[in-house]
Structure formats: structure tokens, C-alpha cells
T-cell receptor, first 114, second 114 residues
């Protein structure tokens, strides 16, 4: 596609429910990154993929968070048993490779846990 | 570990005046440095980047930044600000050895007075 696409753009969920956030990277980009932007913590790295594998998951805040990427394209970030502190904007970015340092960001998914 | 500091949380500038946003980084090797801009409700847009070579880099929208290794700084400048430059600006450092994941500063919000 023309740019990085994320869906949904907004999600309101009840505490304790599971949510899935989707990212469609730019076609042909092998590297994909997830970041979280929240008032208290700023912009934080969560995880990145090279192809379908995730060499660095160090930013995932807890074992309630997981992500996968299939076919070297679409990625899904899953948050289980959501908590209010999970409320944030989740941003996805992609780049041609991990060696190509220009990352293009999507518009983000605003998650609100009530 | 890499880190980025943006000392100014808010800056107010008059339209037509010059703007300088400060960024200091900490990283053991030669970093890749970036400035991103985020308008309200939008994703992150890359303004400019520094990998190596000329320490003064030109970006989009009339912005430039200068890398000063001795000061561990990468300050962003614009000679004459337009009302449309009101946004939040993020400095980031990336490291090839870390999959080029980005570490962001806390951001500087720029307000433009008529």
C-alpha cells in the first residue's frame, strides 16, 4: 500500500477484555516496529520484526502483550486482560530492512480501556 | 543503553521568528539521529536524519539540524516559523546493532503566536 495502515483507528474496550491491533506495513518492507505513546511514558519501543521473526521483544510491558507477523506482512499486537494503564496510542512503523533506517509510521490506534 | 533528552517541554514562538529545539543523546557508538514531527491526531513524520558525513543536515519544511559529537547534541532549527509548524517534535536515536529500533526523547510542543 501507499503507507502504513493501522486498524482500528480508535478502540474502546472494557477492562479485562482482550484486544487485537492490526498493522499493514508498506508493501515490500521487511522490518516492522511497534511503539506505544502514552502521557506518562512518552514514546516507547515495544517489539520489532525482521520478516516473521521478532529478534527484540524487550519493550513488551508484560506477558499480557504479544505480537505476531505472518507472511512477512501484516502484524497483530494482542493485549490480553486489558488494564487501564494500557490506554495509549499504539504506533506501527515499517522500513525496507532493519539496515534501512528510515521508518515510516502509521497513524496509530488509540486504545482506551474503561 | 541509548537515551535522548529534550530539555524543553514547551516552546512558544512568534510567527516569522526563528526556532531552535534542543536534543541531547547518549549512545556508546556513532548513532543514527532523527527528528520527527507529530501534528495533533496524526502519526509521526520524518523531518530529517543524520547517519554520517556532513554534520549539518537539511530536511523537509525548511528545517535543518546540526550534529555535534563533542556536545552529544542534534539541535533542530528553522529560520522563520510558520503557523503550520505548531506541533510536537521528537528527537530520536537509532542503532543498527539494535535493529534500528528508535529511542525517543520526551518531545517538545511548539506553539506559534500570530
Amino acid at each position: 500500500g501507499a503507507g502504513v495502515s493501522q486498524s482500528p483507528s480508535n478502540k474502546v474496550t472494557e477492562k479485562g477484555k482482550d484486544v487485537e491491533l492490526r498493522c499493514d506495513p508498506i508493501s515490500g518492507h521487511t522490518a516492522l516496529y511497534w511503539y506505544r505513546q502514552s502521557l506518562g511514558q512518552g514514546l516507547e519501543f515495544l517489539i520489532y520484526f525482521q520478516g516473521n521473526s521478532a529478534p527484540d521483544k524487550s519493550g513488551l510491558p508484560s506477558d499480557r502483550f504479544s505480537a505476531e507477523r505472518t507472511g512477512g506482512s501484516v502484524s497483530t499486537l494482542t493485549i490480553q486482560r486489558t488494564q487501564q494503564e494500557d490506554s495509549a496510542v499504539y504506533l506501527c512503523a515499517s522500513s525496507q530492512t532493519v539496515d534501512n533506517t528510515e521508518a515510516f509510521f502509521g497513524q496509530g490506534t488509540r486504545l482506551t480501556v474503561v | 543503553a541509548q537515551s535522548v533528552t529534550q530539555p524543553d517541554i514547551h516552546i512558544t514562538v512568534s510567527e516569522g521568528a526563528s526556532l531552535e529545539l534542543r536534543c541531547n543523546y547518549s549512545y556508546g557508538a556513532t548513532p543514527y539521529l532523527f527528528w520527527y514531527v507529530q501534528s495533533p491526531g496524526q502519526g509521526l513524520q520524518l523531518l530529517l536524519k543524520y547517519f554520517s558525513g556532513d554534520t549539518l543536515v537539511q530536511g523537509i519544511k525548511g528545517f535543518e539540524a546540526e550534529f555535534k559529537r563533542s556536545q552529544s547534541s542534534f539541535n533542530l532549527r528553522k529560520p522563520s516559523v510558520h503557523w503550520s509548524d505548531a506541533a510536537e517534535y521528537f528527537c530520536a536515536v537509532g542503532a543498527r546493532a539494535a535493529g534500528n529500533k528508535l529511542t525517543f526523547g520526551g518531545g517538545t510542543r511548539v506553539l506559534v503566536k500570530p
